[in-house]
């Protein structure tokens, strides 16, 4: 007998400094020359390696059912060529699973990068583009032994799908 699966809405609203520090931090554009401080990312890369590099995405919706954190550094996206993205979060947490009532949807525009503190759940990039190059800074082998999942089907028979709250359309 199949498992009846949920689908649950997370209303996308645009990233802000503010309402993404439960999960990381937001970089925007600074003056050159700006002295280091608070705004700039604060990483945590000192368990390995470090690895920046540009990763290809093909278009996959914005429907997901796996949450994946990494618990030894810390990892900064952001997409190339100013196109907009989506990302949806929980806090980091002790448990085996982020709580379901912590995850957050947002539209991250292509002016600026999210740094995800240690720990912190996550799903995506998402987008509606057929692609979309990423530049990723992380460990040389965060994929290898520091990726944990939770699966939201085998434990909730639940999935989610990323929506554009009203007048996040346009950054009016």
Not at 26 to 44: C, E, R, W
Not at 54 to 63: C, S, V
Not at 66 to 88: N, P, Y
Not at 135 to 156: C, K, Q, R, W
Request: aromatic share 12%; charged share 25%.
């Amino acid at each position: 007998m199949s498992k009846v699966k949920t689908i649950q809405k997370l209303y996308a609203e645009w990233v802000t400094s503010e309402n993404f520090q439960p999960y990381g931090q937001v970089i925007f554009a600074s003056v050159d020359g700006k002295p280091y401080d608070q705004d700039d990312a604060q990483l945590n890369l000192e368990n390995g390696t470090s690895r920046f590099y540009i990763m290809r995405l093909h278009h996959k919706g914005r429907k997901f059912d796996k949450i994946t954190r990494h618990v030894q550094c810390t990892q900064c996206l952001g997409s190339l060529e100013g196109k907009d993205w989506f990302m949806a979060v929980a806090p980091p947490n002790q448990d085996d699973q982020p709580v379901l009532e912590d995850i957050a949807a947002f539209r991250i525009p292509g002016n600026c990068f999210i740094k995800l503190e240690v720990g912190t759940w996550h799903a995506g990039p998402y987008f509606d583009q057929e692609f979309i190059d990423f530049y990723n800074l992380e460990l040389a082998d965060t994929n290898v032994v520091d990726h944990f999942t939770h699966d939201f089907l085998d434990s909730h028979q639940l999935q989610f799908e990323i929506v554009i709250a009203k007048g996040v359309g346009s950054r009016e």
